[in-house]
């Protein structure tokens, strides 16, 4: 597993997901910067609770369609995983050797967002609703809670490709997840996983706007959303792996 692992690593340094992990954070924080810093001190001061929801909304998963796509593309294109058949690997731990990459790339720019906002905040006042250590393992938490985004973009882009990938785990939260995550019954629909916990550890709704004085964090929220997330990574994990190795024979 760690020579696959390696050979897919190189196989994607050559290509723009390097730039990507870097890029990916400066938008969004820079994105926020410019709104918060447009609405006075009072709004500058919320730019890393701003950064944290955008994160969870957006980044997140176009950085996991991304490189789940970008992997079976460049696969594709080289020898259409005939390698694996000529090795005669488990096709099965390959499966498990791909997701445990997309997670890797993922985490390594989550870190890289939290280290540009550590830098910020030592800039600008910020954040403001909630402290730094918040923001941080906030942003742990929506790593976490999108894993399972990995096994279901590898088999999307296997089943599509690359662009439809991208588009359906980004449209898919931004337009239907912030409006279901309003409702009672939010945790029926995955990606409000990662949506609702920024809530009780950012004290800012979906839509950036601050809650009131009187809001009490309901971090049970976060337990859910965590046992939840955990929960179906480890099923899409598994019938990926079975789905993978079915479509490469």
Same mark, same amino acid.
């Given at each position: 597993?760690? +020579?696959?692992?390696?050979?897919?690593?190189?196989?994607?340094? /050559?290509?723009?997901?390097?730039?990507?992990?870097?890029?990916?954070?400066?938008?969004?924080?820079?994105?926020?910067?410019?709104?918060?810093? $447009?609405?006075?001190?009072?709004?500058?001061? #919320?730019?890393?609770?701003?950064?944290?929801? +955008?994160?969870?909304?957006?980044?997140?998963?176009?950085?996991?369609?991304? /490189?789940? =796509? @970008? *992997?079976?593309? *460049?696969?594709?294109?080289?020898?259409?995983?005939?390698?694996?058949?000529?090795?005669?690997?488990?096709?099965?731990?390959?499966?498990?050797?791909?997701? !445990?990459?997309?997670?890797?790339?993922?985490?390594?720019?989550?870190?890289? !967002?939290?280290?540009? !906002?550590?830098? #910020?905040?030592?800039?600008? &006042?910020? &954040?403001?609703?909630?402290?730094?250590?918040?923001?941080?393992?906030?942003?742990?938490?929506?790593?976490?809670?999108? #894993?399972? +985004?990995?096994?279901?973009?590898?088999?999307?882009?296997?089943?599509? /490709? #690359?662009?439809?990938?991208?588009?359906?785990?980004?449209?898919?939260?931004?337009?239907?997840?912030?409006?279901?995550?309003? *409702?009672?019954?939010?945790? *029926?629909?995955?990606?409000?996983?990662?949506?609702? $916990? !920024?809530?009780?550890?950012?004290?800012?709704?979906?839509? =950036?706007?601050?809650?009131?004085?009187?809001?009490?964090?309901?971090?049970?929220?976060? @337990?859910? %959303? $965590?046992?939840?997330?955990?929960?179906?990574?480890?099923?899409?994990?598994?019938? %990926?792996?079975?789905?993978?190795?079915? +479509?490469?024979?």
């Amino acid at each position: 597993m760690k +020579q696959i692992f390696l050979s897919n690593l190189f196989k994607m340094k /050559n290509t723009s997901i390097n730039k990507l992990i870097f890029l990916l954070p400066i938008i969004s924080v820079m994105l926020s910067l410019l709104f918060s810093s $447009l609405g006075g001190e009072s709004i500058l001061r #919320l730019t890393a609770e701003t950064t944290v929801n +955008q994160w969870g909304v957006i980044w997140i998963n176009a950085i996991i369609a991304v /490189n789940s =796509g @970008l *992997l079976n593309k *460049l696969e594709l294109d080289s020898n259409k995983y005939s390698i694996y058949l000529s090795r005669n690997v488990d096709l099965k731990k390959v499966e498990y050797t791909r997701v !445990l990459l997309v997670a890797f790339i993922s985490l390594f720019t989550s870190i890289i !967002l939290c280290l540009m !906002l550590i830098v #910020l905040g030592i800039i600008i &006042p910020t &954040p403001s609703l909630t402290s730094m250590s918040r923001i941080l393992v906030t942003i742990f938490l929506i790593w976490l809670t999108s #894993l399972w +985004q990995i096994p279901f973009t590898l088999w999307l882009s296997r089943k599509t /490709n #690359l662009y439809v990938t991208i588009i359906i785990n980004t449209i898919l939260p931004l337009i239907i997840g912030t409006s279901t995550s309003l *409702l009672d019954r939010w945790y *029926l629909f995955p990606y409000d996983w990662s949506l609702k $916990l !920024l809530e009780p550890m950012t004290k800012m709704r979906i839509n =950036g706007i601050p809650f009131g004085d009187g809001y009490v964090s309901d971090y049970s929220i976060v @337990l859910i %959303s $965590l046992c939840l997330g955990i929960a179906l990574f480890t099923l899409l994990t598994k019938l %990926s792996a079975i789905s993978f190795k079915k +479509q490469v024979k």
